[in-house]
């Protein structure tokens, strides 16, 4: 089974500061990485994604991840935030491995509150 | 191309009674996913379903059920409601429900049991 563990539940940076949001992830096979965010009284929005390919993956709104094979990580970073980025940031798991017992079920982590102040 | 929608957006219900909550994917995509979200246990899988039979099942009691129909619109049901059950219910459609498969979510329905 798969299990995601965001190290920090809050992060709170100010306007044009960088952050990282950190992801570490164990799974016993194979995997595909998602970070989605959810904005207050919404659901959840893809952000980025990792399948294969190229460890680093960005999104249009500036937000990049890192898939760390060696140690099982997924970090989300950003080099300047801005004050609409305050939300909440999931980093959710789910199985490469064909198996019916697991196929399209995604693992996700407690989530971190990112708030960006003026 | 209209996202997933999910009916109602609030509901408030008493311990002991029961409430069904529906999922109209995303036109095309054929898995449909629930997930229960709450402060205390973050987001948990309940179940998935693709082309009307259940393929994955989270660790939830016998009270919650589920459906999809052949238009691929999705209903869950939990029975017998108690407060712990107050959550934040998320529906996500996908294609094909593989693990790669981007899932696409709904704005979710937010439950109040008193």
């Known amino acids: 089974a798969q299990s995601v563990t965001q190290l920090d539940s809050q992060v709170p940076v100010f306007e044009e500061a960088p952050v990282e949001l950190r992801c570490n992830y164990s799974?016993?096979?194979?995997?595909?990485l998602f970070w989605y965010v959810q904005y207050p009284n919404q659901g959840l929005q893809l952000l980025l994604k990792y399948l294969s390919g190229s460890t680093l993956v960005e999104s249009i709104n500036g937000f990049e991840a890192e898939f760390n094979k060696s140690q099982t990580s997924f970090h989300l970073r950003k080099p300047s935030v801005h004050i609409s980025d305050t939300a909440e940031y999931f980093c959710?798991?789910?199985?490469?491995?064909?198996?019916?017992?697991?196929?399209?079920?995604?693992?996700f982590g407690r989530g971190t509150q990112l708030t960006v102040w003026p | 191309k209209a996202g997933v929608t999910q009916t109602p957006r609030y509901l408030i219900k008493t311990r002991g009674q029961q409430v069904t909550l529906s999922c109209s994917p995303i036109s095309g995509h054929r898995s449909v996913s629930w997930y229960q979200q709450t402060p205390g246990q973050g987001l948990q899988f309940l179940f998935e379903?693709?082309?009307?039979?259940?393929?994955n099942k989270g660790n939830f009691p016998g009270r919650f059920s589920g459906r999809q129909f052949s238009n691929s619109r999705s209903e869950m049901n939990v029975s017998t409601l108690e407060l712990g059950d107050s959550a934040l219910y998320l529906c996500a459609s996908s294609l094909i429900g593989s693990g790669g498969n981007e899932q696409f979510f709904g704005p979710g329905t937010r439950l109040t049991v008193l």
């Open positions: 799974s016993s096979v194979s995997v595909y």
């Open positions: 959710a798991v789910s199985s490469s491995a064909d198996r019916g017992s697991t196929l399209g079920r995604l693992y």
């Open positions: 379903y693709f082309s009307e039979t259940q393929r």
